[in-house]
Structure formats: C-alpha cells, structure tokens
C-alpha cells in the first residue's frame, strides 16, 4: 500500500455550507451534498507577471504571483429537492413557506389511537381542515397527505389511519393545502377577475399565506374535491387575496365560470415560494463550496484531499430544457478564495447529511403546464402564442463582479449587480400572433409547471419582452420560430407584482395535477 499514481474523478464529490458572515462559516455548518454532472472551471486561477528588465543577457528574471480569480461551476439534473435550498442564494431572498413543523426532534410521538401526531408544543400553528404532508417518518402510513381534524399545541389529530412509532428526528408536517367545508366555496366570476369566494362560515382566507403571483392548484382526488365545471379546477395564479376571496388572474385555456359549491369539499393545494426582493427583503448568502479529491494513499482511504471556494456568490443560473431529455441547471459562483486542505488535514467541520435521493424531471412527460401569453388584465385564460416548443432555456444573472485591493489575494469582496432574467426558446409555427406580439412589444407573460411523482415545481415570470422572431423556413421541416425573452419586475401589471421570478415548489400534488 502506498501513493496512489492518479485519482479517478468518480471518487469525488461536492457539498456547500452557508456562510455566518462573508468567508466565515459557522461554529457547526451544515455541509449539504450536490450531484454535478460535470464542473466548469472550479478553483482558482492564479494571475503571473514575469520580470522583464533590460539586460544584456536578453533574459527575464522570474515571476511574481499578483492576482487569484477564484469561481467555480457545475452542471446538474434538476430534481424536486435538490436545489431549493441554494436557489435562495441565487435569488437573494429567503423561500416564503406555509406552516411547517418537525425536524430537529420536534414530533416526540405518533399514536395511531387517536390519530394524532404529538410534540411539546408547536403544532397549532396548524388548523383544522388543513392538508398537511408527512414525511420521514418509519411507518409508511405516517407519510403522505393528511386531513387536519382537530389541533392544539401538543396534538395534531387527522381523519387519517395512523401507526403508532416514535419517529426519527427529521420527521416533519408540512401544511400542502386546504379542504373547504360542504358548500362553503363558489366561483364568481362578476368582477374584472374570476374568484374564488367564500360562500359561507367565518375561515379567512389570508390565513393561507398566499401572495400575488403565487400558483395554486383547485381539486382533489377524491370525490367532490374539485368543482363540476373544469374550467374551475386546475392550474391558477394568484392575483390578490382578502378575508373572504381568492382572485385569479391567470388560469386554464377557457374562461372560469360561475359555480355554486352546493356539496362539494374543494381542495385547494400549494407551496413554498421563492422569489427575487427589493428592499430590506434582499438577503445575500454566500458558501463555502467543498470538492473532495479522494485519497491519496491508499492505505488510508478515509483521509481524504480536498479544495474549497471561499466566500462564494451564486452570479448565474441556467435551466436547460431540450426534447427527450431530461431538465439540467447550471450554477456558478464568483468566489473570494480558493483553499486547498491535504489527506492528513481532512476535509472542514461540520454534520453532512446524506443527499436526498430524488428522480430527474424529464421533458417528454413530467410538464403540466408551459404557457406564454399576451397579458390582457381582465382576461384569465388567454390565447397561448404557440401549441408546441422545441427546446427552452430560462437564465438568471446576478452581474456580479470581485471586488479587489492592494494588499489582497483575490478578492475582499464581490459585489452583486443587477438581477436579470431571460432566455431563448424555439416554438413551433402555427399563427403569427407570437411575431406580432414581438414587433408590437406586447406584454408577454410566461410559466411553466413541471411535476413528478405527487410532486412539483411552478416558475412564473409575470412580464416579458420577446425578442428575434424571425421563422427558420427548411425543405421537408415543420416551420420554427426562434425567440428571446427579456424579463422585467411585473409591477407595470400590478404594484404587487414586483418581482422578476417566481417559484413556487410543491411537497404535494394531487395526482390529478400530473
């Protein structure tokens, strides 16, 4: 046993921990494993100026290091967990969640007598009638989607048959939804806006944490869980909210239509949020970002190598979305450092947890819905500008750029400039509805729904410009039409729009909705 000659790169791997402060990890960081397909320039990049002084040996005398560019980039499938957490770093704010509870210990028991999920305190930040989402627990029947009955701060009590367990520390209770009560809502569609109203009872629909621009989902699986009317069920953008009304400014391919719930229970089911911020709502995060490099002796395999980004800003974000393949993203960081530790060192600090395993969103059949649109406010369900795409790619760019001094290797800072979105995609020709909205700079807005599994990811980008539309005209191909979109805060819609993006990730889906 001894050195190794090489290093395959199968052996190697990445996590990242947020920063306590710029370059400063925390007293225990988290260190939360990615799954690159492949990397792009990841390290540092040192700059070496060489001596050149006249002399009549014609020689130059040996160089100085005098500057590190240090970033770092990769490639990797899209899946439903895998980069909610670092996408907040991308867009500089913080996932806006429903109620949630667990992790950390914080459900103590499970009793499958009276159907309660139980914890010291905490669990009335529930309420009844809510769809709450278990998962981590060992029995089978704990996971899943559960009606609310009844709660209180120690006991959540469902309509649901429980297993009695105590379960591990990461269980948690995610709430995914709402059931209304029989008859207690319509659809009213006298306004500007089709809404979702309330018909009768005292439950406030503010309640729901629902903001401008967020998706929900209308209808269940079950039996009178959705509206009678298609029109009504399916795949909505919330407008506005009040105590008593749910406003909806963007929803199927026809029109919403007056309904009265006279016996049904509609679900409605939604998620977490994350969108980009003004103001005091912008968060900066930076990471430190781990590659290992395995072992350089084989005698001691568990003495691994390894290489660190420091202080490190997301700056751009890429989603890939070809024909019969499957959704790819590429990330990278500007960083301020690049660190490397040896074997007898060992990797930093920290917990690392196992990766959550986790299924790829295909593009051949895990989208719901992708729809671009001419913006008509008082309308819900306009006409899309095409049937068809060949291929997408949405980007973001935070324009970030290192910030450098005398007496500083690399960089004291990065700073962060504007936050843009846009992209190209490739649609197929059928009206010339999309050059027009082009030549016109219509008001163009954009979405796409993917889900998986009862799962699922919204990206809604509420105001776009299109840009190229000239057709790609072949002998014996179907007419194509390039375009590229240029994003802007949605304000010009609505004052409560103004943001750029939005996401919206869903624990739980009705099946339905696939």
Do not use: C
């Not at 800003?313 to 960081?333: C, G, M, Q, R, Y």
């Not at 959550?356 to 671009?372: P, Q």
């Amino acid at each position: 046993m001894a050195q190794v000659n090489k290093i395959d790169s199968n052996v190697t791997g990445l996590r990242y921990a947020e920063e306590a402060s710029y370059k400063t990890l925390p007293g225990s960081p988290v260190w939360k494993g990615l799954e690159p397909n492949s990397y792009s320039d990841f390290g540092g990049q040192l700059q070496l100026l060489s001596r050149n002084p006249i002399n009549d040996g014609r020689q130059r005398k040996k160089g100085v290091v005098t500057d590190l560019d240090a970033s770092g980039g990769f490639n990797t499938d899209l899946t439903q967990t895998n980069l909610q957490d670092i996408l907040q770093g991308v867009m500089f704010a913080d996932l806006e969640r429903k109620a949630e509870f667990g992790g950390s210990g914080g459900i103590t028991n499970v009793d499958g007598t009276t159907e309660d999920f139980e914890a010291a305190s905490g669990l009335d930040v529930f309420a009844a009638n809510d769809l709450v989402f278990g998962a981590g627990f060992t029995n089978a029947a704990n996971n899943g989607l559960h009606l609310v009955s009844a709660t209180s701060a120690t006991a959540l009590t469902v309509t649901s048959n429980l297993v009695t367990e105590t379960p591990p520390s990461t269980a948690t209770l995610v709430q995914v939804g709402y059931q209304f009560a029989s008859a207690t809502l319509d659809v009213v569609v006298s306004g500007s806006l089709p809404r979702l109203t309330r018909a009768s009872g005292t439950k406030d629909f503010t309640d729901f944490g629902l903001i401008p621009g967020e998706w929900i989902y209308v209808g269940g699986d079950g039996a009178s869980t959705d509206f009678v009317n298609s029109e009504n069920n399916g795949w909505m953008r919330v407008r506005s909210v009040a105590a008593s009304y749910i406003e909806i400014d963007k929803a199927g391919d026809s029109a919403m239509v007056a309904e009265t719930g006279t016996g049904l229970t509609i679900q409605i089911f939604f998620g977490r949020v994350l969108r980009n911020r003004t103001g005091s709502d912008i968060v900066r995060r930076t990471y430190n970002l781990e590659r290992t490099l395995g072992a350089p002796d084989d005698a001691s395999p568990s003495q691994i190598q390894s290489e660190y980004l420091v202080g490190a800003l997301a700056n751009e974000f890429s989603i890939n979305i070809p024909t019969a393949d499957k959704v790819t993203v590429d990330l990278s960081f500007i960083a301020a450092d690049n660190e490397q530790r040896t074997a007898a060192t060992g990797v930093k600090s920290g917990s690392r947890p196992t990766l959550v395993d986790a299924d790829a969103f295909n593009t051949s059949s895990d989208f719901s819905r992708i729809k671009m649109s001419v913006f008509t406010d008082g309308d819900e369900s306009p006409s899309a500008l095409f049937a068809f795409l060949t291929d997408i790619t949405l980007t973001i760019n935070n324009n970030a750029s290192p910030s450098k001094a005398v007496g500083t290797l690399g960089n004291f800072d990065v700073t962060a400039g504007t936050f843009e979105v846009g992209g190209n995609l490739t649609a197929y020709f059928s009206t010339v509805d999309a050059i027009t909205a082009v030549r016109n700079n219509s008001d163009v807005t954009f979405d796409i729904i993917m889900t998986k599994a009862n799962s699922g990811i919204a990206i809604d980008v509420p105001l776009i410009a299109l840009g190229d539309g000239r057709l790609s005209v072949e002998q014996d191909q179907p007419i194509t039409l390039p375009l590229q979109t240029d994003a802007s805060t949605g304000a010009k819609i609505d004052a409560n729009l103004n943001h750029t993006l939005l996401w919206v990730f869903f624990d739980y889906l009705p099946t339905v909705a696939e």
